[in-house]
Every structure is written in C-alpha cells, then in structure tokens.
C-alpha cells in the first residue's frame, strides 16, 4: 500500500462503507441543485465561483434517483449475502434486478406481469425513495420490459447512459473479493438496464476504483491501476479509456474552468464521461507534499469542481463523493452538509445493512 501526501490513517470498513454512501448522497444533492443548468446560469444564480455549499439552497436539497439507485444496489447485494450467510447460494444478478424492480414500483411505473412477484424489503418502506427525481430514460425502460437484460441478451443495446455508473460504487465496497469478481459483477448488474459496452465498462471499471481505495490504495495509484485494468478489457469500447487518460492528465494540470472541463471530459450525461469528470474532480483538488488542505477541504474542494459545469452535475457530484468517502471515510464528510441531507438516517440505515452483511 502505498501513502501519498496529505493521506491520513486507513479508515476501518465500517467508516468507509457510510462514508461513500453520504458522500456520494451528498454530492448527488449539491449537483441535483444545478443538474441541466449551464454553467452561465449556475454563476448567474449562485456568484462566480458556483454553486459551493448547502448553505447557498436555502435549507438544502433533494437527492436525485443516483443515490436512490445505488441504495437498491446495496439492498440487492445485501439480499445476496444474506443467502450466502445462511449457506445458500443466490444469483446475484437476479437479486439486484428485483431491487431494481422494486425501484421502478417506487418511480410510479408497472413492474412488468411476468416479472417475478417479491415480498417488500427494509427499503421499501422509506418514503423518500418513492419520489421521482428525473431518472434516466434507459433505467425506466430496461426495467419495464420485464427481461432480465445481460451481456449477450442486452436491454437497449445502444444505450451508454451514465445510470450504470452512478449506481455501481457498492460493489467496490465488498471485501474479500478478487477484482475481476468485483468487475463482473458491476458490469453484469449495468446489463440489466444499458447494453452499450460502454455503459457496463465504466460501471464495472468504478467499481474496481472503489474497490482499491478500500483496499489501502492511495487515490493516484487506484485511478493508474484502473486505467491499465481498462487498457486490457476485452473488446474495450475505446472512448473508456479515452476519457479516463484524459481525466488523469488534467488532473495533473491543476484546476480547469467549467468550460474546459467540458472540452476536455464531456458533459458527464454518458457513462465514461461522468466518470471521467467525477474522477478528475478528486485527482486535481487532491493535496500534495505542502498542502495543509484537510479530508473535509479536499472533499468541499472537489464537489465544486465536480458539480459546476454544464452537465450532468448529480452524477459528477455523487461519483467523486462516492470516491472520497470511500477513501477517507466519513472524517471528509463535513458536518453541516450531512445536517441539510435529504434522510440521512436511511442512507444510514442501508449502510448498516451492508456493514452488518460484510462484517459478522
């Protein structure tokens, strides 16, 4: 494991598991503010420098379906080691597409009639969950028809939306896991809603970055390790690793402006753009050698680069959140912001669950 500056002692499981999920809740609700705004209007409404602080929304606001979708990818891997707990095993896929299924239910939409009938879960009962909150065409539509969508079987097959990525962080949180198991089982899970290489790619690529983070490795090491990892994909849809070099090497050029952000890694509406963004927004607010910036300035520091751009800010913001919980733990997460979140104590609560299931 190798140290980079300003690292701080390695946080235990259970602190990394809460931290990724508040952190990315809470850049999903910083960029939910600005999501579909350009930039011109972003500095019109909050000043020069963005949108940088909760104080700045009036008492808060709103989750997007990012941290909804992710709380049922956590249910789902929850349901699948809860089987193996008790000595059975369970598909995993299958488990994550009826939470899923049971997510589309919450969005207002007809679980399709053939789809298998299941009893409700913890989750279930949160009323929260059950607004909509602009979720992505292709998740809606991939549930809603009611085929469990795979690699060779694929639901829109032309689809490489970021509603893959944005939900794909908790499987880097299990441990005791071989990589390639933590790769597929994030790619197989995006197959159930996007059939774009792209689209599972990415998703399964994030997951290995959370994966390394909670492994013990410093933040530049994981994001090389990740981009080699992509370099050797079988049949890698080109574009990944494209943006993923890109984002590395901005990163090492310091802060860009929202407009050259754009240029340089895209809007984050697709999968490796939104990544690509959320990635570059930790790696070029990160410390070095002789800076004093604390867990909380990096993590302030990021989530306005991540969120103010043209773009799909909720997303940027809920991946780089994602990324510096799960490598800080919840020391980065600054205290004011966890007080305006949107139910806390069920992001909490599903935390737990994954806690529970991950360390008896």
């Known amino acids: 494991m190798s140290i980079e500056p300003g690292a701080v002692a390695a946080p235990p499981l259970k602190s990394r598991i809460h931290g990724c999920l508040l952190g990315g809740a809470l850049g999903d609700s910083l960029g939910y503010a600005v999501e579909f705004d350009p930039i011109e ?31 049922y990818t ?15 095993g369970a598909d995993a896929n299958a488990c994550l597409w009826l939470a899923y299924l049971r997510w589309l239910a919450t969005q207002g939409e007809s679980v399709p009639p053939q789809a298998p009938a299941q009893p409700p879960r913890w989750i279930d009962g949160n009323e929260v969950l059950r607004h909509r909150r602009a979720p992505e065409d292709a998740c809606i539509s991939g549930l809603a028809t009611g085929e469990m969508g795979t690699v060779y079987r694929p639901v829109n097959p032309d689809s490489k939306g970021r509603g893959t990525v944005k939900r794909s962080a908790p499987f880097g949180l299990l441990p005791f896991i071989a990589s ?16 774009h290489p792209s689209a599972r790619q990415s998703a399964g690529s994030f997951s290995l970055l959370i994966h390394r983070l909670v492994a013990g490795d410093a933040l530049a090491d994981a994001a090389a390790t990740v981009l080699t990892e992509v370099r050797g994909l079988k049949d890698v849809a080109a574009e990944l690793p494209e943006r993923l070099e ?15 952000l754009v240029r340089q890694l895209g809007e984050g509406w697709v999968a490796e753009e939104a990544f690509a963004v959320g990635l570059y927004a930790v790696l070029a607010t990160a410390p070095d050698a002789d800076s004093a910036l604390s867990p909380e300035d990096h993590f302030r520091a990021a989530m306005a680069l991540a969120v103010n751009h043209s773009g799909g800010s909720d997303s940027t913001g809920s991946i780089a959140g994602n990324i510096l919980g799960a490598y800080y733990g919840q020391e980065c997460l600054p205290a004011e912001w966890l007080d305006a979140l949107e139910a806390p104590d069920v992001i909490r609560g599903m935390a737990d669950l994954l806690v529970g299931v991950t360390t008896a």
């Open 246 to 260: 890109a984002a590395i090497r901005c990163a090492g050029t310091g802060v860009l402006s929202p407009e050259e």
């Open 41 to 71: 209007a972003i500095r019109q409404r909050f000043g020069p420098a963005g949108l940088t602080d909760f104080a700045a929304l009036d008492g808060g606001s709103h989750f997007s379906d990012d941290t909804q979708l992710t709380l």
């Open 180 to 195: 390639d198991a933590v790769y597929k089982l994030s790619a197989d899970a995006a197959s159930l809603t996007h059939g």
């Open 74 to 88: 956590v249910d789902g891997l929850v349901e699948v080691l809860e089987w193996a707990n008790d000595g059975v």
